[in-house]
């Protein structure tokens, strides 16, 4: 029995034409109706911010919008967040998704993984803040004591307790450290420096293991004036009237002077004011 039966080039071309409309017609139904309706097609959802959730709020939150979840073999850990809440994500928050799709988390660990702890001892307090931070760990509070080494780190502690480095702690831990202010323990007197100029005095004021602090006009009008201009030092004949602390103190080495200075003259007919008020008040 023939299925199709031939007997001229004109029915042959419309038995292909009609093959070639069925096939059409079939792909157009699979494709805008079959598929569709199997895929959700164009039905999206809206993938919502997981971070900071617990994995017990994870299932019934997603359920709710039609999605699924599946947890990563990689997990992190941070302090901020409680154990077994999402740090990651993937689709990210925002991204448009078809209903069912599953959202992959990384949870935060129950037990923070052990990092070894680094040599801070004699690096500088910039220097520790990127080392801890490269390891896992934070700065804790920074303590200064009298020391030299200015800014250098003179010890490291952990709960109270110094820790040397290799030593393995939690990541996230928190590092006291006790650092050096530059100052010392050593103490000495304040020189003298009242009817110095300012260049005898610097030389005294750093000979002594000290430094130049805030440099001052008692007079007003010299406000204007460049202490360190040696010009104007020799024409207004500016010399120390005032210091602080005061000489014969006892302070740190390192610690700074704060000086005031005036016009010589003015100083000396100040001097001599005093005196004969007190030839005068003495005669009386």
Known sequence: MKLLSVRSWKGLLIHLGIIAGLTIAAVLIFFNMYLPSTTNHGETVTVPDL????????????????????????????????????????PLPGAKVKENRKIFL???????????????????????????????LEIGNIKYVPDLAQNAVLEQNYDGEPIKAGVFIPKGA???LLVGDGLGNTTLEVPELEGLVLDEAEVVILGSGLKVGNILFRDP??????????????QDRLVIVQQRPVAGRKIRIGQEIDIWMDRQEEQEDSILDKEEGTDSSEIL
């Open 221 to 234: 009008s010299l406000a204007d004036r460049d202490p360190k201009d040696e010009l104007q030092q020799s």
């Open 174 to 176: 928190k590092i006291d």
């Open 106 to 136: 990384s949870l935060n660990a129950v037990n923070p993984p052990q990092v070894k702890m680094p040599r801070l001892i004699d690096g500088s307090v910039k220097n520790a803040a990127l080392l801890l931070e490269s390891y896992g």
């Open 51 to 90: 971070e900071g959730l617990h994995i017990e709020e994870i299932n019934e939150f997603l359920t709710k919008r039609n999605l699924k979840h599946e947890v990563t073999a990689d997990s992190g850990f941070t302090q901020e967040y409680q154990p077994l809440t999402v740090l990651t994500q993937y």
